[in-house]
């Protein structure tokens, strides 16, 4: 009576496990959503907008309009200092290096803090940030030359690329490209 016992109760395990597993198999997200839109626009002819790209999203896509983008930056903490970006390269904290989610890596930007002006040029190495609403993690010492300090952590900037480099090896020029 037992074993016919503890067999229904593993099959009917198994069978909320494998429930559960199926149900989870479609992505329902607003990126996903997006996503199709936009290659519906496309193929339709449709001059399509930029890819939706929140810090939910699993795989944002990568922009390669050269445009600029206004966000919220923050700056690398200290506990990443000398740990391998995304190109390979060990993070400066004296460097040049920046982190972006949809800028491909070996872009070169101008990042601008808004409310002071001050501006500074990064090399896109590393992948992020990844917390919500935020566009672009730099240097420490990027930082405090476009007027981020530890005590504020954030700012509002303007990124704008200088040159992105494309898939086929070339390099396209970003709106930044001209002020220089």
Do not use: W
């Amino acid at each position: 009576m037992r074993l016919k016992f503890s067999n229904r109760l593993v099959v009917s395990a198994l069978a909320v496990i494998v429930s559960l597993a199926a149900s989870g198999c479609v992505r329902h997200d607003a990126a996903a959503s997006a996503a199709a839109a936009s290659d519906l626009q496309q193929s339709q002819g449709e001059p399509s907008s930029p890819p939706l790209t929140t810090a939910t999203s699993a795989n944002p896509r990568l922009d390669l309009s050269g445009r600029r983008r206004i966000g919220i930056a923050s700056f690398y903490a200290q506990r990443f200092a000398g740990r391998p970006m995304a190109d390979g390269a060990r993070m400066d904290p004296h460097g040049v290096n920046a982190a972006s989610r949809t800028l491909p890596l070996g872009t070169t930007a101008k990042v601008t803090n808004i409310k002071t002006g001050q501006t500074a040029v990064v090399v896109i190495l590393d992948r992020g940030p990844y917390a919500k609403g935020r566009i672009v993690d730099l240097s420490p010492a990027t930082a405090r030359k476009i007027g981020i300090t530890q005590d504020m952590g954030i700012a509002r900037v303007a990124v704008a690329p200088i040159a992105v480099p494309l898939p086929d090896g070339s390099m396209k020029p970003g709106v930044a490209a001209l002020d220089f």
